[in-house]
Nanobody, 116 residues
Framework: QVQLVESGGGLVQPGGSLRLSCAAS????????MAWYRQAPGKQRELVAR???????NYADSVKGRFTISRDNAKNTMYLQMNSLKPEDTAVYYC??????????WGQGTQVTVSS
């Protein structure tokens, strides 16, 4: 069954950390570049980080040095380690294929709120 299931979000204070997980079906995950996206209140969805099947990564400037994307191909799971969180990181975080032409649907997302 095709699925994208994000988890690990929550409420944290500025400077805190969270680790997000994305459990994907093999048909979505296997052999494909994947990405984390986020949508903040009142804003369009944006690309946060991207990872290829073999582990090459890139990041939005706003998160570079603070976030780390990784994947476990054996588990069809992708992760986003978020450190030094800022209020502007507050958003719903989604995972999906890195290629927009291969977006079939979106999962439920996981809410990250960074607030004092």
């Amino acid at each position: 069954q095709v699925q994208l299931v994000e988890s690990g979000g929550g409420l944290v204070q500025p400077g805190g950390s969270l680790r997000l997980s994305c459990a994907a079906s093999g048909s979505i995950f296997s052999g494909n570049a994947m990405a984390w996206y986020r949508q903040a209140p009142g804003k369009q969805r944006e690309l946060v980080a991207r990872i290829t099947n073999y582990g090459s990564t890139n990041y939005a400037d706003s998160v570079k040095g603070r976030f780390t994307i990784s994947r476990d191909n054996a588990k069809n799971t992708m992760y986003l380690q978020m450190n030094s969180l800022k209020p502007e990181d507050t958003a719903v975080y989604y995972c999906n294929r890195a290629l927009p032409s291969r977006w079939g649907f979106w999962g439920q997302g996981t809410q990250v709120t960074v607030s004092s």
